[in-house]
């Protein structure tokens, strides 16, 4: 039985639906704005210094050995991270979907495996978790903490974002600032010319 649009129970149906439609839309508009992210202009990021070279890597896996050297011209995230870290595999999609995404626009991703307790430092444990969560990346394994004191790091995670010519414009510890992070990727991007 279908109710006339003029019936009672026709209007609070309408009503009902608006109401629902404009909560979902209430609810969607932060999502949209999340999807877009918080604009950033990279003259604006401030200048932490020549990025160091990546120092006393034991192993890499998922590529030949990189510099910075080489790389110098893409934007680079450096990524310190170990697989025991609960905070670091947390962090992991973000930065895959950043490396498959932003990859092909000049984006070079690095992830610096140093770990915190000895049994990280097998590189089979290592290759296991990076499988488990996605990475297929390029991964330092930096099991004496060459690159982690040349960066004077003390956190996992960890991210540096580092400019085309080779400069430290972008640090963040721990979770969260996904949004923040991503868009000074696509600043850093944008600034290559």
């Not at 498959?100 to 690095?110: F, I, M, N």
């Not at 990076?130 to 040349?150: F, I």
Request: hydrophobic share 40%; with cysteine; proline share 7%.
């Amino acid at each position: 039985m279908t109710s006339h649009p003029s019936s009672p129970f026709s209007f609070q149906r309408r009503t009902f639906l608006s109401s629902a439609a404009s909560v979902a839309a209430a609810v969607a508009a932060p999502a949209l704005v999340h999807a877009v992210g918080p604009a950033v202009q990279a003259a604006t990021l401030p200048d932490f210094g020549a990025a160091p070279e990546f120092t006393g890597i034991e192993r890499w896996l998922n590529s030949e050995p990189l510099t910075l050297a080489q790389l110098r011209g893409r934007v680079v995230l450096v990524d310190f991270w170990t697989y025991a870290c609960i905070n670091c595999i947390r962090t992991l999609p973000h930065v895959n979907r950043w490396a498959e995404l932003y990859t092909p626009q000049g984006l070079t991703v690095v992830g610096v495996h140093t770990p915190e307790f000895p049994f990280e430092r097998t590189t089979r444990n290592v290759e296991v978790a990076m499988r488990r969560h996605g990475v297929k990346h390029p991964v330092a394994q930096d099991n004496r903490y060459g690159t982690w004191k040349a960066y004077s790091n003390q956190y996992w995670p960890a991210a540096y974002l580092i400019d085309a010519q080779g400069r430290i414009r972008y640090k963040h510890f721990g979770e969260g600032e996904y949004d923040r992070t991503e868009a000074v990727i696509r600043a850093l991007l944008a600034a290559r010319g």
